[in-house]
Nanobody, 128 residues
Framework: QLQLVESGGGLVQPGGSLRLSCAASGFTLDYYAIGWFRQAPGKEPEAVSCIRLGSGSTNYKYSVKGRFTISRDNAKNTVYLQMNNLKPEDTAVYYC?????????????????????WGQGTQVTVSS
């Protein structure tokens, strides 16, 4: 089982930046993609971004393209989500999740059922 631990959340003003980290341990070689998801109060969870750990290919939710950047450091078993120009609507609990699906489509569609291991989440609040 893959263990994932998120960190880096906090309170930031609109226009500010945060970098989230997702540290993985356990059977890391059995996982091929890491996704970032978020859930705002009263809303359904939604996919934010995804990265394939081998090729490094990425995908983003349309509303965060150009503002968020996902990256990975395979030597540290860590995936990052750099979030710039944050907006109040980015406020949510952010989760990282690991997928054992090898298919490229995993990061194309970013479907939650394809991600079997989840972290505990980190709160991001964007407010003045």
């Amino acid at each position: 089982q893959l263990q994932l631990v998120e960190s880096g959340g906090g309170l930031v003003q609109p226009g500010g930046s945060l970098r989230l980290s997702c540290a993985a341990s356990g059977f890391t070689l059995d996982y091929y993609a890491i996704g970032w998801f978020r859930q705002a109060p009263g809303k359904e969870p939604e996919a934010v971004s995804c990265i394939r750990l081998g090729s490094g290919s990425t995908n983003y939710k349309y509303s965060v393209k150009g503002r968020f950047t996902i990256s990975r450091d395979n030597a540290k078993n860590t995936v990052y989500l750099q979030m710039n120009n944050l907006k109040p609507e980015d406020t949510a609990v952010y989760y990282c999740a690991g997928s054992q699906r090898y298919a490229e489509a995993t990061c194309v569609y970013m479907d939650r059922p394809d991600f079997g291991s989840w972290g505990q989440g980190t709160q991001v609040t964007v407010s003045s």
